[in-house]
């Protein structure tokens, strides 16, 4: 644990006390979204400390210049850059002629920040204490509006204390902009227009290369002691920013307050020449309906979410805040409604792992999204990467790959790959395998076939193609081998026969086998017209099976487990155990060489072939394989702790679930890695649900139903969370020695508890 400042509530994430060391984790930790555009949680007016200035339009991107030593063929041209956009939410304050900065105040008392979960809205307070002696109460809240999701509000207090003010407060919007992070120190943005018109205010900017065009717009309205005041502002424009100055005089323990809207508008949603008009509209309609009235609606909009997606715990405060803050910043970050947008694993906090999609989205989110909201979620993720596919084929032809065989990017914005390390970008091609496992998974849960003979047969095959093509005949095994890969464990590159890649590739090439087949049986139009697009012939599909049936798995008889790559065991197998804890986290302390040539794993890799394939091994195996690998692993991954958590839980080990359970929950906010000042991780957040709803609630899907097994940890009291399978929502609530079932539905529904069957009744109680 890195940090420890954040104080523990149900609802709600706390900061008391201002510390400048801490600004930028609190910038991360505090940031604010409403799945179209979001924001680091950087203070509204002025801060000479460090800082990492941050707001983010969903969907917008510049493809940063790969830059490499010398060029290998196949390398992807361009780095994905999650864009700083135009920043809105500036509001400089000057009090009687001294401007108020946090860190050079003479004083700062009662500092309070809160990010409220439940309604939606960050907030901060606290008393300064100016160099001129003048005293201040200042009071701000603010959010970005899901009604209305390209407009945030600000409500911004100023409140004399100890004399009169001369106030004067400027709101403004600056499109000079950078990013944190640069390959060549390009200019990203290129302003085009700067217009002020009846006290609004729009700076159009559009990008270079991708040419996304944005409007950048804001309003503000002055109020005194709650009344408007009908200020008129002087406004200055430079090339790239437009303020409103605002000058009036207040006596003491009067409250002025400027409410100030802004957001973007932008040509995914609009012509790019009506941006300003579209602006106009927005800020009229939030103008006219009010903060407070805004604010109402924010708390509606996402007491409709928590309805379905909170997950209550009992008697454990830091624990229930943990899964509310990454249930939260799930929501925030993605809500489905926009198909073309994905789950970027930094999300709105931050701009590392530039680009939006990994295999993350399906190997950890979908499950969060198909559960808590409707599967039409889910499938809108499904559709994304369809919709991709010749992208992928594409980038599989850059490496050599010929007839239509497909790889998945491992990082993209368009269907392109866009990561520009090696051994990310070329060898770690498990993540073709978690796209095709996502297909299943879908299935699995939702019942629903349809995207698979519309869309996912095709997916599958290109996927299969794939498999084939990077698998190698070795004479001397007399199996396939895949050579020179980098599996989950990314602490290990450019090895041979990672367990986890070559298993979920012989299931990939069987599971498109089995979907053809089930395809020519039952939908004969839909098997036609898929075989004449992708050309493929029975003797190819023959070929196929003969790599899946043939496959090499490295299996170690002395430990009675599979290993994780070939050469696992020529390493010098030292326990995290016995590692010299001032060394952690070895990937900010170690040479990659270093770290290369160590037992050490970075995340849940053979582990998680027994995650994904759980059923296809028995308990027993999972516990040997447990045993064996869990004590080599760091966890310095975000992904990895929910995975043993799972595990942990299976194998009826409950204190050490719930460690790994606080870990995932609170990774971010007691900063584990020792990273969070870069943003939040949003992707392994999904897994922080897993952890509780598959670990502690054992849900599974077991022939076509749901199953449970009720566990808990025995610091809780009980904990609870719901459902929606296959259109009909169960509500679980689990005790230290029962569970109930409550069924939202018009039908019965049957499950399986303990491997017993039961059937509940629509809006009954059942309890077990």
Same mark, same amino acid.
């Given at each position: 644990?890195?940090?420890?400042?954040?104080?523990?509530?149900?609802?709600?994430?706390?900061?008391?006390?201002?510390?400048?060391?801490?600004?930028?984790?609190?910038?991360?930790?505090?940031?604010?979204?409403?799945?179209?555009?979001?924001?680091?949680?950087?203070?509204?007016?002025?801060?000479?400390?460090?800082?990492?200035?941050?707001?983010?339009?969903?969907?917008?991107?510049?493809?940063?210049?790969?830059?490499?030593?010398?060029?290998?063929?196949?390398?992807?041209?361009?780095?994905?850059?999650?864009?700083?956009?135009?920043?809105?939410?500036?509001?400089?304050?000057?009090?009687?002629?001294?401007?108020?900065?946090?860190?050079?105040?003479?004083?700062?008392?009662?500092?309070?920040?809160?990010?409220?979960?439940?309604?939606?809205?960050?907030?901060?307070?606290?008393?300064?204490?100016?160099?001129?002696?003048?005293?201040?109460?200042?009071?701000?809240?603010?959010?970005?509006?899901?009604?209305?999701?390209?407009?945030?509000?600000?409500?911004?207090?100023?409140?004399?204390?100890?004399?009169?003010?001369?106030?004067?407060?400027?709101?403004?919007?600056?499109?000079?902009?950078?990013?944190?992070?640069?390959?060549?120190?390009?200019?990203?943005?290129?302003?085009?227009?700067?217009?002020?018109?009846?006290?609004?205010?729009?700076?159009?900017?559009?990008?270079?290369?991708?040419?996304?065009?944005?409007?950048?717009?804001?309003?503000?309205?002055?109020?005194?002691?709650?009344?408007?005041?009908?200020?008129?502002?002087?406004?200055?424009?430079?090339?790239?920013?437009?303020?409103?100055?605002?000058?009036?005089?207040?006596?003491?323990?009067?409250?002025?307050?400027?409410?100030?809207?802004?957001?973007?508008?932008?040509?995914?949603?609009?012509?790019?020449?009506?941006?300003?008009?579209?602006?106009?509209?927005?800020?009229?309609?939030?103008?006219?309906?009010?903060?407070?009235?805004?604010?109402?609606?924010?708390?509606?909009?996402?007491?409709?979410?928590?309805?379905?997606?909170?997950?209550?715990?009992?008697?454990?405060?830091?624990?229930?805040?943990?899964?509310?803050?990454?249930?939260?910043?799930?929501?925030?970050?993605?809500?489905?409604?926009?198909?073309?947008?994905?789950?970027?694993?930094?999300?709105?906090?931050?701009?590392?792992?530039?680009?939006?999609?990994?295999?993350?989205?399906?190997?950890?989110?979908?499950?969060?999204?198909?559960?808590?909201?409707?599967?039409?979620?889910?499938?809108?993720?499904?559709?994304?990467?369809?919709?991709?596919?010749?992208?992928?084929?594409?980038?599989?032809?850059?490496?050599?790959?010929?007839?239509?065989?497909?790889?998945?990017?491992?990082?993209?914005?368009?269907?392109?790959?866009?990561?520009?390390?090696?051994?990310?970008?070329?060898?770690?091609?498990?993540?073709?395998?978690?796209?095709?496992?996502?297909?299943?998974?879908?299935?699995?849960?939702?019942?629903?076939?349809?995207?698979?003979?519309?869309?996912?047969?095709?997916?599958?095959?290109?996927?299969?193609?794939?498999?084939?093509?990077?698998?190698?005949?070795?004479?001397?095994?007399?199996?396939?081998?895949?050579?020179?890969?980098?599996?989950?464990?990314?602490?290990?590159?450019?090895?041979?026969?990672?367990?986890?890649?070559?298993?979920?590739?012989?299931?990939?090439?069987?599971?498109?086998?089995?979907?053809?087949?089930?395809?020519?049986?039952?939908?004969?139009?839909?098997?036609?017209?898929?075989?004449?697009?992708?050309?493929?012939?029975?003797?190819?599909?023959?070929?196929?099976?003969?790599?899946?049936?043939?496959?090499?798995?490295?299996?170690?008889?002395?430990? /009675?487990?599979?290993?994780?790559? @070939?050469?696992? =065991?020529?390493?010098?197998? &030292?326990?995290? +155990? $016995?590692?010299? *804890?001032?060394?952690?986290?070895? /990937?900010?302390?170690?040479?990659? @060489?270093?770290? =290369?040539?160590?037992?050490? &794993?970075?995340? +849940? $890799?053979?582990? *998680?072939?027994?995650?994904?394939?759980?059923?296809?091994?028995?308990?027993?195996?999972?516990?040997?394989?447990?045993?064996?690998?869990?004590?080599?692993?760091?966890?310095?991954?975000?992904?990895?702790?929910?995975?043993?958590?799972?595990?942990?839980?299976?194998?009826?080990?409950?204190?050490?679930?719930?460690?790994?359970?606080?870990?995932?929950?609170?990774?971010?906010?007691?900063?584990?890695?020792?990273?969070?000042?870069?943003?939040?991780?949003?992707?392994?957040?999904?897994?922080?649900?897993?952890?509780?709803?598959?670990?502690?609630?054992?849900?599974?899907?077991?022939?076509?139903?749901?199953?449970?097994?009720?566990?808990?940890?025995?610091?809780?009291?009980?904990?609870?969370?719901?459902?929606?399978?296959?259109?009909?929502?169960?509500?679980?609530?689990?005790?230290?020695?029962?569970?109930?079932?409550?069924?939202?539905?018009?039908?019965?529904?049957?499950?399986?508890?303990?491997?017993?069957?039961?059937?509940?009744?629509?809006?009954?109680?059942?309890?077990?």
């Amino acid at each position: 644990m890195n940090l420890d400042y954040i104080k523990p509530n149900e609802w709600s994430i706390i900061e008391e006390g201002f510390n400048a060391d801490h600004v930028e984790a609190s910038e991360s930790i505090f940031s604010i979204g409403n799945g179209a555009m979001g924001q680091r949680a950087n203070f509204e007016e002025h801060y000479s400390g460090k800082t990492f200035q941050g707001s983010y339009i969903a969907g917008v991107y510049y493809p940063d210049k790969t830059r490499v030593g010398w060029w290998k063929n196949g390398y992807p041209e361009y780095f994905a850059k999650v864009l700083n956009a135009p920043s809105w939410i500036g509001i400089d304050v000057n009090i009687n002629g001294e401007q108020l900065d946090l860190l050079s105040c003479a004083k700062v008392e009662n500092f309070k920040r809160e990010l409220n979960m439940k309604e939606g809205w960050l907030s901060r307070s606290f008393k300064a204490t100016l160099q001129n002696g003048n005293e201040v109460l200042i009071t701000t809240k603010r959010f970005l509006s899901l009604d209305i999701d390209e407009v945030g509000a600000i409500e911004y207090s100023i409140k004399p204390l100890n004399e009169n003010a001369q106030l004067v407060i400027t709101p403004y919007i600056d499109a000079g902009i950078t990013n944190e992070d640069s390959n060549w120190d390009d200019q990203f943005w290129n302003i085009s227009n700067l217009t002020v018109e009846n006290n609004q205010a729009f700076i159009e900017a559009q990008t270079m290369k991708t040419d996304f065009h944005t409007c950048t717009f804001m309003q503000s309205e002055c109020l005194v002691e709650g009344q408007n005041v009908g200020l008129q502002p002087q406004t200055v424009k430079t090339d790239n920013k437009i303020s409103f100055i605002y000058k009036i005089s207040i006596n003491k323990e009067e409250t002025f307050t400027i409410n100030k809207y802004g957001g973007y508008t932008v040509d995914r949603n609009h012509d790019k020449n009506g941006l300003v008009a579209a602006a106009k509209s927005a800020l009229d309609n939030s103008v006219s309906t009010g903060f407070s009235a805004l604010l109402d609606a924010q708390k509606q909009a996402w007491a409709k979410i928590w309805e379905m997606a909170d997950i209550t715990i009992d008697g454990d405060i830091k624990a229930q805040q943990g899964i509310r803050f990454n249930i939260f910043h799930l929501n925030q970050t993605y809500l489905g409604t926009d198909a073309k947008l994905n789950i970027g694993p930094k999300g709105f906090t931050g701009e590392k792992y530039g680009g939006s999609t990994y295999w993350d989205t399906e190997a950890y989110c979908i499950p969060f999204y198909m559960a808590t909201k409707d599967q039409s979620v889910a499938r809108n993720l499904l559709t994304y990467r369809y919709k991709h596919l010749d992208k992928a084929i594409e980038n599989a032809e850059k490496l050599g790959f010929t007839n239509g065989a497909a790889l998945y990017p491992m990082v993209t914005m368009n269907g392109e790959e866009c990561h520009n390390e090696w051994e990310i970008t070329f060898e770690e091609i498990h993540r073709n395998g978690a796209i095709a496992f996502a297909i299943f998974n879908y299935h699995r849960y939702t019942g629903d076939y349809s995207y698979i003979q519309e869309m996912g047969l095709e997916v599958l095959i290109g996927i299969a193609r794939f498999w084939h093509q990077r698998a190698t005949f070795s004479t001397d095994k007399d199996k396939y081998v895949i050579l020179g890969v980098t599996g989950p464990n990314e602490y290990e590159n450019n090895i041979n026969n990672n367990w986890y890649t070559n298993y979920i590739a012989k299931w990939c090439i069987d599971y498109a086998l089995e979907n053809i087949d089930k395809i020519e049986a039952e939908f004969a139009t839909d098997y036609t017209r898929i075989m004449n697009k992708v050309r493929l012939s029975k003797s190819e599909v023959a070929e196929w099976k003969k790599v899946a049936d043939n496959m090499f798995f490295p299996y170690s008889e002395k430990h /009675n487990v599979y290993l994780q790559q @070939d050469g696992f =065991l020529d390493k010098e197998l &030292i326990t995290v +155990a $016995d590692l010299d *804890q001032t060394q952690r986290p070895i /990937n900010q302390h170690w040479s990659w @060489d270093r770290i =290369l040539r160590s037992p050490y &794993i970075k995340q +849940a $890799d053979t582990l *998680q072939g027994f995650y994904f394939f759980e059923d296809h091994f028995t308990t027993k195996e999972l516990e040997r394989h447990f045993d064996f690998y869990e004590p080599f692993t760091v966890h310095e991954s975000s992904l990895s702790p929910c995975v043993h958590s799972i595990q942990a839980a299976k194998l009826d080990r409950m204190e050490q679930a719930y460690t790994f359970y606080l870990r995932t929950s609170r990774l971010d906010l007691d900063d584990y890695n020792h990273e969070v000042h870069e943003g939040l991780h949003i992707t392994s957040m999904a897994g922080t649900w897993m952890s509780i709803v598959e670990g502690f609630g054992g849900m599974r899907v077991v022939n076509g139903k749901l199953s449970f097994e009720p566990k808990i940890p025995g610091q809780w009291e009980g904990y609870s969370f719901k459902v929606n399978f296959r259109h009909q929502i169960l509500k679980v609530n689990i005790g230290k020695d029962k569970t109930d079932f409550e069924l939202e539905g018009d039908k019965e529904l049957d499950i399986l508890v303990n491997s017993l069957p039961l059937t509940i009744k629509p809006n009954s109680l059942v309890t077990v």
